[in-house]
């Protein structure tokens, strides 16, 4: 048997380099060059947009949903391929952890969940610090904190978009899911149209930018909060009344205090002539179309519990309370969860007035849309900045 011939280093390296240098038959093409981008663009609360960007989002939201759900999610553009997605929650979370996580795998990208114990957020290094990092090795942060200020420094500092996923003081995306949900219930999103592969996205949104009005479906309509002046409310308090509607809020004693910053931005939107500040819950709910409340107890305020829920006796939301107070016959009941009974009852949450899980549901498409356009575009057409149309 003859001896294996084994080759030198030397020639192994002279083949390499030949393959290296070898002429090919095909054209050279110049790889892009990466563009030069703006400054990212933040959403930190819903004040920030007008309404023509809230409208776009919520086209968008629809358009996602129907693209997915009526053809398949391999139709939805993988505006996030190749990206990461830094999702940092110091908050527990169900619902906005799953429509973070989902919308990013959606979009074709890879959701990086730091919680509260994989990271060392404002504890041995500061939000600058983390910002600076983190942004210059993701695409995108989705961020769960405690006070504002936190998601301000992150948004101050971070070189790629950051999305406010709640924080003390406001609470975007839950209100796009509210707004999208009600639309939804009151003009039902038609059929679409046959769809061609490879143009089903920006087909489907141009059929519904002319066959649908988000906006138009909420103009008129009197929404009515039941419960603790929070997050939830203050993000309401922002933006509804800039869409057309009238807000009334009722609160017990001790707990209906609006924070001075939520108040100066709807006073500077000019549309504090649409809400109604009550302790009274009949006085809130009386020709409401929509009825909202929330959790009485949020997450730190665990030690006010016995006295939150002596200050909240008679808040509890009913059909009797809600009909008695000469709601809108068709009225409809919303809650961002979790619920505990005390707030509403089982008639009501469990009823067909409740529009709770649909709620829930489209916090990922909502989801999805924000991501679409902060991370995967850096642009929401409808505001001051440069726009880059959603088709």
């Known amino acids: 048997m003859p001896a294996m011939i084994r080759p030198s280093a030397s020639s192994v390296l002279g083949g390499l380099r030949s393959y290296a240098t070898a002429p090919s038959n095909r054209p050279r093409v110049a790889l892009p060059r990466a ?30 949903k129907s693209l997915a759900k009526s053809f398949s999610p391999g139709s939805v553009r993988s505006s996030l391929s190749a990206r990461t997605i830094a999702m940092i929650f110091s908050k527990r979370s169900t619902r906005t952890r799953v429509a973070s996580e989902t919308a990013t795998k959606l979009l074709g990208g890879h959701p990086m969940f730091l919680g509260s114990q994989d990271i060392q957020l404002g504890v041995n290094e500061t939000l600058e610090d983390t910002a600076k990092v983190v942004g210059s090795m993701v695409d995108g942060i989705m961020a769960r904190v405690g006070e504002h200020s936190e998601i301000e420094a992150l948004a101050k500092h971070s070189p790629v978009p950051v999305i406010n996923a709640l924080s003390k003081l406001y609470h975007p995306t839950q209100i796009l899911a509210d707004l999208m949900t009600l639309h939804e219930t009151y003009n039902p999103v ?26 138009a479906s909420l103009r008129g309509k009197k929404m009515a909060w039941v419960g603790d002046i929070n997050n939830i409310i203050n993000e309401i308090m922002v933006t509804v009344p800039r869409l057309g509607m009238t807000l009334a809020i009722a609160a017990p004693k001790g707990y209906d205090t609006v924070d001075p910053a939520v108040w100066a931005r709807v006073t500077e939107a000019g549309t504090e002539g649409s ?37 909240f006796e008679g808040y509890q939301i009913t059909n009797q309370m809600v009909e008695s107070a000469g709601a809108k016959p068709d009225w409809k009941f919303m809650h961002c969860l979790p ?23 489209n916090r ?28």
Not at 42 to 64: C, E, G, K, N, V
Not at 345 to 350: C, G, L
Not at 364 to 391: H, L, M, N, Q
């Open 364 to 391: 990922k498409w909502t989801t999805v849309a924000c991501f679409d356009a902060y991370f995967g575009r850096w642009s929401i057409p409808g505001g001051e900045r440069k726009e880059v149309a959603f088709e």
């Open 190 to 215: 038609p059929e679409p149209p046959e769809l061609w592969r490879g143009e089903a996205q920006s087909a489907l949104y141009k059929h519904l930018k002319q066959s649908v009005d988000p906006l």
């Open 275 to 311: 809400i109604i500040l009550t302790n009274d819950p009949a006085e809130a709910l009386k020709d409401a179309d929509v009825v909202v409340t929330d959790t009485w107890i949020s997450m730190g305020q665990e030690q006010e519990k016995a006295d939150r829920l002596k200050a």
């Open 35 to 64: 563009r030069q981008r703006p400054s990212p663009p933040h959403l930190l609360t819903l004040a920030d947009l007008t309404p023509a960007q809230i409208f776009f989002l919520l086209t968008s939201s629809l358009t996602f």
């Open 339 to 361: 619920r505990k009974p005390e707030e509403v009852d089982d008639e009501v949450f469990y009823g067909p007035r409740s529009l709770v899980f649909p709620e829930a549901e």
